[in-house]
């Protein structure tokens, strides 16, 4: 039987009068990843704010880190509002959050910001805005919602799969436009594990595998930029002041630490050697630093959230609460994989953060959100095995009593 075919569909029930406390352990992990990230944010990144390299920063060696401050400080407040939102009024709401993040896709291309010759971030004035970062939640929320309406029917193509495929299809071409193919990825990625968490024939991952395939070679094959990133993948060390700089950075660093690491604040890299220091190559100056035993304790708190990210979700009182909560949980799994693969050179290098560590204000409201949500379904939780679905304990003893 299917994980999804475990959960009950309540629609929208209301579900106000079994709310209970938030999941503890949960809050407390993302709260010492919040903190830990923030002191990451300030060690790796004084040394480029005070030498000012991008014209923005004034001389001030805390400005990265004190704007993250602010940033992480909304963002808890961001938490706790939204574990008090009722799933069912998420459900509510998942259509409008998903028109809303495509009409941001298609507004960036007009209106966008170019840095570093794409094309994906909306200034705000105070700060700017990357849509690509709403759209993933959006996927998940609303394709959790039509999964509970065609749940009935989601081994069937014309539902489990045509509607899901289309959507995915239209917000990568936008993504691909911009281009931000690493988004791309991850949204497709994410858009396959709602599709099996909902229930799809596993022979259609094939076909969709496939295509996927299909469309990276000829990414690789027609697109300078994606085929100079697998280049320097393969052999960084074949252009070391060139195509391969930031991996091979990035590798210094890693191996500077070795075991115990240099120290807190001890980094030699981030003098303006290894390129977005406190951005997506931040856990580069965790290991330069931590060493591998702090970068593995670390990765071990990732591994406690997910895990009780999913934990959270198996026991949802309602199918699109398990969906959601599931959906989060492997985007944030995957996040947390694909930016450790990227610094580590397992992957080629591409545009993913490290969440509640690399620095971006806006990124990190929305992952305090998606924390929220996530206390927000463990309040509506239920038991994994209710009392009324348990087999009476006089009947078990009776069993053992009977020669």
């Known amino acids: 039987m299917h994980l999804s075919q475990r959960r009950p569909d309540t629609g929208r029930e209301k579900t106000a009068d079994v709310r209970r406390a938030a999941d503890l352990p949960f809050l407390l992990l993302t709260v010492t990843l919040l903190l830990t990230g923030l002191v990451m944010v300030l060690s790796a990144s004084f040394a480029s704010a005070y030498y000012d390299i991008q014209g923005e920063t004034g001389h001030d060696p805390v400005y990265f880190f004190s704007r993250q401050a602010v940033f992480a400080m909304a963002g808890v407040v961001v ?6 939102i009722p799933m069912s009024l998420v459900r509510k709401f998942s259509g409008a959050v998903m028109l809303a993040s495509v009409l941001s896709l298609g507004a960036v ?12 971030w909306i200034n ?4 700017t805005f990357q849509p690509s970062e709403i759209t993933k939640i959006a996927i998940i929320l609303y394709f959790s919602d039509l999964i509970c309406k065609y749940r009935d029917k989601m081994r069937t193509f014309r539902y ?29 990625t994410i858009g396959a594990a709602m599709l099996y968490l909902g229930g799809a024939r596993l022979g259609w991952f094939v076909g969709g595998g496939a295509v996927l395939v299909t469309g990276a070679v000829l990414a690789v094959l027609l697109v300078p930029y994606v085929a100079e990133r697998v280049a320097s993948f ?56 931590l060493g591998f035993i702090g970068a593995a304790v670390i990765l071990a708190l990732f591994a ?27 985007m944030l799994a995957l996040q947390i994989i694909l930016n450790v693969a990227v610094c580590t050179s397992l992957v ?16 990190l409201l929305i992952q305090m959100a998606e924390a929220g949500l996530m206390l927000s379904i463990s309040r509506e939780n ?19 009593s009977t020669p």
């Open 234 to 289: 393969r052999d960084p060390f074949s252009d070391p002041t060139g195509d391969g700089w930031q991996i091979v950075q990035s590798l210094y660093a890693i191996g500077s630490g070795g075991l115990t690491g240099l120290g807190l604040g001890q980094s030699r890299q981030k003098y303006l050697y290894l390129p977005e220091e406190h951005n997506d190559f931040i856990f580069s100056v965790v290991c330069e630093e």
């Open 109 to 120: 291309l007009a209106v966008g910001t170019v840095v570093n010759g794409a094309r994906r």
């Open 348 to 363: 080629p290098c591409t545009g993913i953060s490290l969440p509640f560590f690399s620095y971006g204000g806006t990124a």
């Open 160 to 188: 489990g799969i045509a509607p899901f495929a289309l959507i995915l299809a239209g917000v990568a071409a936008l993504l691909v436009l911009e281009p931000h193919f690493s988004a791309a990825i991850i949204i497709l």
């Open 79 to 84: 938490t706790l509002a939204f574990s008090r």
């Open 382 to 400: 239920v038991l994994a095995f209710p009392e009324s679905t348990r087999p009476p304990r006089t009947e078990k003893r009776s069993k053992r």
């Open 124 to 127: 705000l004035g105070f700060t």
């Open 304 to 330: 406690l959230l997910i895990v009780r990210g999913y934990l959270i979700a198996i026991r949802s009182g309602d199918r699109y609460s398990f969906l959601v909560g599931g959906g989060i949980t492997t």
